[in-house]
């Protein structure tokens, strides 16, 4: 099988990841800050450790900033649910992935919140900036936004959205579900309030693992309780990071795989793997733009390192769901076709109908794999 569905998940994942999995389940199967054993302590260190590495590659205030959850929706749903307030306004891009408009239209038809859906204009910063400007009101308490779409791979400008809503006292939260491990994230420089992870992604982890990074000595209620393991005669949660949303078991497997992916990326370098991967998809835009019946969706800004290494494309005789089944059954490449949780995007894009096929390759996907799948799609649409 070829593997190009990367922005779903990574696949493989690198050795090393594999490894730490297999460690934690058989050397570190204890339960951390629950027992005053010599195997439960050494399990919460390895836990410590993993944050500490965490929060370096994420200039993270400190290791207690780094929450662990169950994956980046989670972590969305926690930061909504547990930093909102009744009333409070919040503003999305017009690029959302579901994990941030569900959630947010929740609390909407609740009655709780209310929110307004700022456009994103491809290729230009300062209208897209202008946007979500005319949009805050005096109830304005979060922006909320991604950092890389899902379906295209374009990149906001969150730098400086942030110091749009810090200007008007108002919280940021990046939603990095297709930029953590694509583009460098720097909490301390770039001032993000909330940083929200998948480590099944490009932080090369394994599934069921998700970051929560909170920064600016922000406060969340949590959106589950229970045991912490820590001031455990109190019946409210503790009001200290991590222990504060990280209520039950954790789960060792995930977080030292984890950290072995992101002690990856970090050996690989940021860079280098964005600039292997974005030759696979700029060879593989300049073969397909030639083709009449591929309409290439979003890529209208020329500027360099402005979009994730993702291409989408829409075909005029095959919906992209049958042309993605296709490319399965016939050629075994795996690539997704349909509307990727993304309607807000699919909206923007004028794809709503059809839906777009992804290409999405990963540090271990070949210039081969990339020709095959070209060839594959020039007999398809013959």
């Given amino acids: 099988m070829i593997y190009l569905d990367n922005s779903a998940t990574t696949y493989p994942k690198p050795p090393q990841v594999i490894r730490a999995v297999q460690s934690a389940v058989k050397a570190y199967g204890f339960n951390p800050g629950r027992g005053g054993y010599r195997q439960s302590i050494r399990t919460a260190q390895k836990v410590y450790e993993a944050r500490e590495a965490i929060a370096s590659f994420f200039h993270a205030p400190s290791p207690e900033a780094v929450i662990f959850t169950p994956g980046c929706t989670q972590s969305i749903n926690t930061v ?50 202008h946007h979500f400007r005319q949009a805050i009101n005096r109830h304005t308490r979060m922006i909320l936004c991604t950092h890389a779409s899902n379906v295209i791979g374009y990149r906001l400008p969150t730098e400086r959205l942030c110091a749009l809503a810090h200007s008007y006292g108002i919280l940021f939260c990046l939603d990095a579900a297709q930029s953590a491990g694509v583009f460098p994230i ?29 920064g600016n000595d922000n406060t969340v209620d949590p959106l589950i309780a229970g045991g912490t393991g820590s001031v455990s005669a109190e019946p409210a949660m503790p009001d200290f990071y991590p222990d504060r949303l990280e209520a039950g078991t954790q789960n060792i497997s995930g977080i030292l795989g984890l950290k072995a992916g992101v002690d990856f990326v970090r050996q690989r370098g940021i860079d280098r793997i964005y600039q292997q991967e974005s030759q696979l998809i700029d060879r593989l835009y300049r073969s397909l733009r030639r083709h009449d019946s591929l309409h290439l969706i979003g890529r209208t800004d020329e500027r360099e390192g402005v979009y994730a290494p993702v291409l989408a494309f829409a075909a005029d005789h095959t919906d992209s769901e049958t042309l993605a089944e296709q490319l399965s059954q016939q050629y075994r490449i795996a690539v997704r076709g349909g509307l990727h949780c993304a309607p ?39």
Avoid: W
């Fill in 80 to 129: 909504i649910k547990g930093a909102l307030r009744h009333g409070d306004h919040v503003i999305l891009s017009s690029l959302e992935h579901n994990a941030v408009y569900r959630p947010v239209y929740q609390l909407s038809r609740m009655g709780e919140i209310t929110f307004d859906i700022a456009d994103v204009v491809i290729g230009d910063d300062e209208a897209t900036i």
């Fill in 344 to 382: 807000l995007a699919h909206k923007a894009l004028g794809t709503i109908d059809s839906g777009v096929v992804r290409i999405a390759p990963s540090v271990f996907t070949s210039t081969e794999e990339m020709n095959i799948l070209h060839s594959a799609l020039s007999r398809i649409e013959q």
């Fill in 186 to 214: 720097d909490m301390s420089n770039d001032g993000y309030d909330f940083v929200c992870c998948p480590g099944h992604k490009y932080l090369y982890g394994p599934m069921g693992i998700g970051l929560l990074l909170i």
